[in-house]
């Protein structure tokens, strides 16, 4: 239910939305302060794909998104066959990345991301995230900065510059490991922009919230633009 907004905003600008419930009692961020420089690729994989690799969490592969999401299409081409849901399934039921966006919020950021740097998806679509900084290492983590299949210009960041979560200059040390900022850019505040935002895939708010880690995707007047530019820009 809290992210109905954007849910349902995607779908009055065309796109076809499903929103996935999946294992996600075990938070990303608190994973920093472990000295396995693989903890949180392996808490990833695992959410993600359901490879028993991460000591932290215990997603088998039919709970793991991937297969979670494979499931609802089948459903869904079953009951509602009109719809088409089945495009985005191969002849082998595996997923059809490069029709899909990929997006979440906070710990979903990050798997979105994960998803598209394993495979080339149609973009990846970031809220209030990724936030897999290692304070141990005090670096982003292992797998933000490997080489990944979707295209840099596919990728875009919603941030809060005031986060109370996780630290904002960690987040935008995150983003520059995965090359969505070089080291001598820096996000583009929006609050009083309109699009195309300097065509920037980093963008950032300074909005007032209840919760700034959740005004992303909060009830802001400014930010179906902000969500249809991430969503749909060339």
């Known amino acids: 239910e809290d992210y109905n907004r954007v849910c349902d905003y995607s779908a009055t ?9 999946y ?22 994989d695992e959410i993600c794909f359901g490879n028993p690799v991460s000591d932290e969490i215990d997603v088998n592969i039919l709970n793991s998104i991937n297969t979670r999401t494979i499931k609802l299409l089948e459903y869904l081409h079953t009951e509602y066959p009109d719809q088409n849901r089945n495009q985005y399934l191969t002849s082998s039921n595996s997923l059809q990345w490069d029709k899909i966006i990929v997006s979440g919020h906070s710990q979903g950021s990050g798997h979105a991301c994960y998803l598209g740097k394993r495979n080339l998806v149609e973009r990846v679509v970031m809220f209030s995230g990724p936030n897999d900084y290692s304070t141990f290492y005090n670096k982003p983590a292992n797998w933000i900065s490997q080489i990944g299949d979707t295209p840099l210009n596919k990728q875009f960041s919603l941030l809060h510059t005031q986060d109370q979560i996780v630290s904002f200059s960690n987040q935008v040390e995150i983003l520059r490991g995965l090359g969505i900022i070089t080291s001598t850019e820096t996000h583009t505040k929006v609050d009083n922009l309109t699009t195309t935002y300097s065509n920037s895939n980093s963008l950032s708010l300074n909005i007032s919230a209840i919760s700034n880690h959740n005004s992303t995707i909060g009830s802001s007047s400014i930010l179906t633009e902000i969500w249809e530019y991430m969503l749909t820009h060339e």
């Open 13 to 21: 600008i065309g796109l076809d939305v499903i929103s996935i419930s």
């Open 23 to 44: 294992p996600n009692n075990v938070p990303a961020a608190p994973l920093g302060s472990s000295s396995d420089k693989f903890v949180f690729d392996n808490y990833r």
